[in-house]
T-cell receptor, first 116, second 109 residues
Framework: GAVVSQHPSWVICKSGTSVKIECRSLDFQATTMFWYRQFPKQSLMLMATSNEGSKATYEQGVEKDKFLINHASLTLSTLTVTSAHPEDSSFYIC????????????FGPGTRLTVL | QKEVEQDPGPLSVPEGAIVSLNCTYSNSAFQYFMWYRQYSRKGPELLMYTYSSGNKEDGRFTAQVDKSSKYISLFIRDSQPSDSATYLCAMSTGNQFYFGTGTSLTVIP
């Protein structure tokens, strides 16, 4: 199956700092990638759709200035959590469809963010 | 009404049991149907993918789609403790992608 990686897998930061999470498609090109967050024992919540070469599309209630998304190439999307606070602590997961038209999604392993 | 409905469980079964996981949906435009398995603190892993009504088998797993009833199922035969995870159904129109909320499964040795 297709491989999607994320880096880092785990990060701890102080309140007020910014954290960048990378999502890479390793064996295919992805014009679209998706970012999710997941709280313990809860389902995935779609945050935004990252589009290569254009602005990301954010879901209702997600602050675009807080969660900056950059999709600079066909294999890399980044999510930057700016001025992180403890309530931003969560599990962040990216996914990408293998080809245009979202028939199936391949997920990264996730990044656990803890904000102290 | 949600696009995809999935019973969150939790579901607990003894080792060796047959497990049935189900999702219903309301959008007749869904064409692709998937089941993912997610272990704690890991990203979801694609288990099964199908785009037609009927059954698809892969080892101990069988995915079933009934488009007329808007109902999909995942069956796990001879369940193992290693099957303990959250199982997410997912559906796509080809342009939009929706997840169920996930069913937590525990297989007791």
């Amino acid at each position: 199956g297709a491989v999607v990686s994320q880096h880092p897998s785990w990060v701890i930061c102080k309140s007020g700092t910014s954290v960048k999470i990378e999502c890479r498609s390793l064996d295919f090109q992805a014009t679209t990638m998706f970012w999710y967050r997941q709280f313990p024992k809860q389902s995935l919540m779609l945050m935004a759709t990252s589009n290569e070469g254009s602005k990301a599309t954010y879901e209702q209630g997600v602050e675009k200035d807080k969660f900056l998304i950059n999709h600079a190439s066909l294999t890399l999307s980044t999510l930057t959590v700016t001025s992180a606070h403890p309530e931003d602590s969560s599990f962040y997961i990216c996914s990408a469809p293998r080809r245009r038209g979202a028939d199936t999604q391949y997920f990264g392993p996730g990044t656990r963010l803890t904000v102290l | 009404q949600k696009e995809v409905e999935q019973d969150p469980g939790p579901l607990s079964v003894p080792e060796g049991a047959i497990v049935s996981l189900n999702c219903t949906y309301s959008n007749s435009a869904f064409q692709y149907f998937m089941w993912y398995r997610q272990y704690s603190r890991k990203g979801p892993e694609l288990l099964m993918y199908t785009y037609s009504s009927g059954n698809k088998e892969d080892g101990r797993f069988t995915a079933q789609v009934d488009k007329s009833s808007k109902y999909i199922s995942l069956f796990i035969r001879d369940s193992q403790p290693s099957d303990s995870a959250t199982y997410l159904c997912a559906m796509s129109t080809g342009n939009q992608f929706y997840f169920g909320t996930g069913t937590s499964l525990t297989v007791i040795p």
